[in-house]
């Protein structure tokens, strides 16, 4: 029979197994709305946890959640990263002189909006 601990322990490496999956694969709308569920995961854990630790036996799944948490701790600052400079993108685009036009170019409203910034925006 599990221990409290151990199974809190087990629902929070799930818990962080999926959010890294979503991470993984860029989809931040996924791994954001997995925000309360790791919460809760997190706040079980650490419940379970006062006065307690991860036996000898409960070494695999120890250090399966540490395994776990350092991956999410890198995909997070990824996806934090690549947050960043998407919206670097826009703050340099609204940043622009609304007069200046290049050689060849036409008005803002002339020209469509990027299918891919469309598409992700």
């Known amino acids: 029979m599990k221990t409290d601990l151990e199974e809190a322990a087990e629902h ?3 818990t ?4 890294n999956a979503a991470l993984a694969a860029l989809d ?3 791994a954001g709305a997995m925000l309360p569920v790791k ?11 006062e006065g307690n630790s ?4 409960d070494r695999p799944l120890a250090s399966r959640l540490r395994s ?3 991956e999410n701790k890198i995909l997070l600052q990824r996806a934090i990263a690549a947050q960043g400079r998407v919206i670097a993108i826009f703050a340099q685009a609204a940043t622009r002189q609304p007069g200046y036009r290049g050689p060849r170019c ?5 020209r469509p909006i ?3 910034l469309a598409a992700q925006a």
């Open 12 to 14: 929070l490496a799930d």
């Open 68 to 70: 776990l948490s350092d």
């Open 54 to 57: 991860l036996d000898e036996a």
């Open 106 to 110: 036409h008005s803002s409203a002339e």
């Open 114 to 116: 990027p299918f891919a």
């Open 28 to 30: 931040l709308k996924r």
């Open 39 to 49: 919460q809760r995961a997190v706040a079980a854990f650490t419940v379970a946890l």
């Open 16 to 19: 962080l197994a999926q959010e």
